[in-house]
C-alpha cells in the first residue's frame, strides 16, 4: 500500500486544527497514513495539546518561533524519512479532506515529470475557492492593475488568477496554485531543497513551484481530489495583504532582474493605488508598503 505523510503547520490554531487532523482518517482512505507532523510556530494556545489528542501517529516538532509557513514546513518534512514514503502532503490547519481525497492525489503523482499535486478546493459553503496560477507577467500584472483579477482571470489567459470554473473541471498542469494544501513527491522534494524562509508568508509556494519547474517538475490540479479550505485573512488584514503584494514583487524582481522587476512593480502599485483611492483598507496598506520599505514586515508576530 502506498504510504502519505502528513505536515500541518500551526501557529494559534487550535480552533480550526481538530477539524483538519479528523478528516485524515477519511481522506486518507485507500493509503497509508504513516505519519502526521504538526510544525508548530510556538503557538500560545491549545494546538500542541490538540495535536496530541488526536488518536493519530502524530509527531509535534516545536519550530520555537513564529517563523513564517515555508520555516515550519522545512522543520516538519526534517522530522520524516523520505525513503518509506510515496508522498508529503502540505496542509494548512484550516483545511478538511473530504473522503478519498489522497488517493487521487498519489496516483497523479506516479506520472512522470509531476512533482507537485494540488486538489480541487472549495470554501466552507461548497462553492469553488479559486486556487490555480499562471505564470506571474508584467502584462498579466498590468490587466489585473486595470480590470481586477477576478475579471482578468475569466478573460482567456489574461490574469494569473485562474477564475473561469471551467478551468477547474480537468486537471491538467499549472504554474503555480495556493500552498494550503500541496502533495509532494519525495524525489523532488530532494531535488528543489528547502522552501524558502525568507518570504515568512506568501509567495513561497509560488517560488517553490516556480524552482520546482526549472528542474523539469509539473504542478499537476487533480479535480478527483476535493478539500474545504476555510480560507485565511490577507483580504481583510491590512498586514498581511501588504505582506502578500510585497512578496510577489519581490519574487519577480528576483526571478527576472532589474528592469522587468520595476515594471512588475509599477503594474502592481497602479493597481493597489486604484483600489487604494477607492477606499480599499488592504489596499492602502499595500501602497504604503510598496513606497516605503520601511513599513514592510519583517518578522511575524511571536
Known sequence: MRRVAVVIVTYNSADVLEGCLGSLRAGAEGVELAEVVVA????KDASTAVAARAGLPVTVVQVGRNAGYAAAINAGIAALDLDRLDGVYVLNPDCRLHGGAVAPLLDALREPGRGIVVPYMVNPDGTLQPSLR???TVGRAVVEAVIGGGLAGRLGTLGE???DPRDYARPGAFAWATGAAMLLSPRLIREVGPWDESFLLYSEETDYCLRAADLGWATWYEPASVIEHIGGDSGVNPMLASMLVVNKVR???????PVAGT???LAVLAGEAVRALAGRRTSRASVAALVRPSLRTTALPQ
Open 40 to 43: 508548530d510556530n510556538a503557538s
Open 134 to 136: 499562471r505564470t506571474p
Open 161 to 163: 488568477l485562474v477564475t
Open 251 to 257: 519574487l519577480y524582481r528576483r526571478r527576472h532582474g
Open 263 to 265: 515594471a512588475y512593480y
